[in-house]
């Protein structure tokens, strides 16, 4: 069984975030920049929210504002699902997919150790699924 920390060991340790009062506007330069759906909202080394391409899309683009007036802190979701290195990735897969969520802050204790995406679960849950077949086939094989 695959866990957060196996995922979180196969990437970046570097966590991106933006603060409360920045612009939505830079907030999505820099998710162009670093070529990622989503943004932890950080006060210092406390999470307040996570901003991504789908709030820009719901709540500033079809209601019409401006990205460049409206700071990240008016439509950041504030309700945030996390988990923890040792939560498996099944349980990360029941959440996303019942929550209708694509990312997760992931906390150990009160500090902020990285963030998954649907696509590190999908990917964690096919290379597992790879290898239990690859075992059944030298199983069966008898090798």
Do not use: W
């Not at 979180?8 to 998710?31: C, F």
């Not at 950041?76 to 959440?95: A, G, H």
């Not at 009160?110 to 199983?139: A, L, P, R, T």
């Amino acid at each position: 069984m695959a866990f957060v920390s196996n995922i979180l060991s196969t990437k970046s340790a570097v966590i991106y975030s933006i603060t409360p009062d920045q612009t939505v506007y830079r907030g999505l330069e820099m998710m162009v920049e670093k070529n990622i759906g989503a943004l932890l909202v950080m006060e210092g080394d406390t999470l307040q929210g996570i901003f991504s391409e789908r709030e820009y899309a719901r709540n500033v683009m079809l209601k019409g504002k401006s990205s460049r007036e409206t700071n990240i802190s008016d439509i950041m979701i504030t309700d945030i699902i996390i988990v923890t290195p040792e939560t498996s990735v099944d349980d990360c897969m029941r959440l996303m997919s019942s929550k209708f969520i694509r990312h997760l802050p992931v906390l150990k204790g009160e500090k902020v150790v990285g963030i998954i995406s649907i696509g590190d679960v999908v990917k964690s849950v096919i290379e597992d699924q790879k290898f239990i077949i690859e075992n059944m086939e030298h199983y069966i094989a008898g090798t």
